[in-house]
T-cell receptor, first 115, second 112 residues
């Protein structure tokens, strides 16, 4: 059973460039989460989707960040324009349904470095 | 409101000795509680979960945790540490409404 798949695993780009992170959730999971992890702030929830609909985007830091989920098997997180302070590891996670007692399954993350 | 506090940012043990990682939580409702482990350059992996069944929960790799409502604690233990247990551990609380709160993490060091 394939887990959550994220791409790319590493991204290095210059300030001002557009960055797109991709996520394929586990088949049959209908909730998807995007997180950001830094040493200073720990793990932060950016946005989550249920049945492809954004439910809570209150964690999205600013308008430069946007996320989409066009279908049940694909989501993107876009940063435009990117800034050095966006450097972090970005994780995608999915879960089977909206029940609060279901664990989240995490991908291996995208390590983003903005120069 | 709900919150989770991991009482130690770092724990160091010798291989073969017991492990104790402490977690206290606050929740207005009956919570679900989880422990996850994160190895370097990897995502978080579920170790175990508590969802109002047995208060002593057994997880993978010999870990277990005990839910103590009176103490609002959910400490993670392992009788004998192995070098491969060195990682970061996260305590997580979740209640209805799909709000999930992650602790700040505890980094476990295992000395040979």
């Amino acid at each position: 059973d394939a887990g959550v798949i994220q791409s790319p695993r590493h991204e290095v780009t210059e300030m001002g460039q557009e960055v797109t992170l991709r996520c394929k959730p586990i088949s049959g999971h209908n909730s998807l989460f995007w997180y950001r992890q830094t040493m200073m702030r720990g793990l932060e929830l950016l946005i989550y989707f249920n049945n492809n609909v954004p439910i809570d985007d209150s964690g999205m830091p600013e308008d430069r960040f946007s996320a989409k989920m066009p279908n049940a098997s694909f989501s993107t997180l876009k940063i435009q324009p990117s800034e050095p302070r966006d450097s972090a590891v970005y994780f995608c996670a999915s879960t089977q349904d909206r029940a609060y007692n279901q664990p989240q399954h995490f991908g291996d993350g995208t390590r983003l470095s903005i120069l | 409101a709900q919150s989770v506090t991991q009482l130690d940012s770092h724990v160091s043990v010798s291989e073969g000795t017991p492990v104790l990682l402490r977690c206290n939580y606050s929740s207005s409702y009956s919570p679900s509680l989880f422990w996850y482990v994160q190895h370097p350059n990897k995502g978080l992996q579920l170790l175990l979960k508590y969802t109002s069944a047995a208060t002593l929960v057994k997880g993978i790799n010999g870990f277990e945790a005990e839910f103590k409502k009176s103490e609002t604690s959910f400490h993670l233990t392992k009788p004998s540490a192995h070098m491969s247990d060195a990682a970061e551990y996260f305590c997580v609380v979740s209640t209805g409404g799909f709000k999930t709160i992650f602790g700040a993490g505890t980094r476990l060091f295992v000395k040979a």
